[in-house]
């Protein structure tokens, strides 16, 4: 869930699902020819679609902050939280396509493999899910030839670019960037930064998609502290405008 912040008492709730299906949106989006076309790029998209299915059953009934009394933020939830849910998503996701759920799971591992040498339960989740990925990609280049190792990180590279692209957006452009730049792809080495005064809008370069500007119409729930989140009103869920245009 992504929380941003409106005033002494409200934020904003932007749930994980909602950014994943802008995510899939964004690689739509993306121009077939700005860069080799991806094998399988219609499971990539779909993958790029599905990447946070995991945070289905968490953001139902979301844990709340008890140092603000909101929803956790993506970036402070407690640890073992995020294993479930990326454990959930390796194997709700792999259910539908094997390299759809290797893809997903990659995505979390690249998540996760930061803390993995200070914190155990995230060396044991990592050490679990290697056997996961060897298991997952054996069978996936035995039933997919036209792929190699190559193209899955490819795959991968591609889907955590689309993910980065997201969540910038959604996080707004007053918030304190915590990623660093963009993650390359193909060798290429994007430049995102907030476009002036305007609001919700970032510019990106060099431009990879089809379309001229890139709008996106996010909702989400504006919620009050000690409010239970799953019994927020109707009038509570509102709209917001996310715009990328070239740099």
């Not at 140092?67 to 390796?90: Q, S, V, Y």
């Amino acid at each position: 869930m992504i929380v941003r912040n409106q005033n002494s008492r409200n934020v904003f709730c932007i749930t994980q699902l909602h950014h994943s299906l802008m995510t899939g949106a964004l690689a739509d989006a993306w121009k077939p020819d700005f860069t080799s076309t991806l094998n399988a790029f219609d499971k990539v998209k779909k993958a790029a679609l599905l990447h946070d299915f995991g945070w289905l059953d968490w953001e139902a009934s979301p844990e709340v902050n008890p140092e603000t009394n909101h929803p956790h933020d993506f970036l402070d939830m407690p640890k073992k939280a995020h294993l479930d849910i990326w454990r959930n998503g390796l194997f709700d996701t792999a259910a539908l396509d094997p390299l759809i759920g290797l893809l997903v799971l990659r995505h979390n591992m690249t998540l996760a493999k930061k803390d993995a040498e200070s914190d155990e339960s995230v060396k044991k989740f990592m050490d679990l899910m290697n056997i996961e990925d060897a298991l997952l990609e054996d069978h996936i280049l035995d039933i997919m030839p036209e792929l190699n190792r190559a193209e899955l990180k490819r795959m991968s590279a591609f889907i955590l670019l689309m993910d980065y692209i997201s969540l910038r957006m959604l996080m707004g452009t007053t918030r304190e960037n915590p990623f660093g730049p963009p993650p390359a792809f193909d060798g290429i080495n994007f430049e995102m930064k907030p476009l002036g005064n305007a609001p919700e809008t970032m510019s990106l370069s060099p431009w990879p998609f089809a379309k001229e500007i890139f709008e996106w119409k996010a909702w989400g729930w504006v919620h009050k502290q000690g409010e239970r989140f799953e019994s927020l009103p109707a009038p509570s869920k509102k709209d917001m405008l996310f715009t990328l245009v070239p740099g």
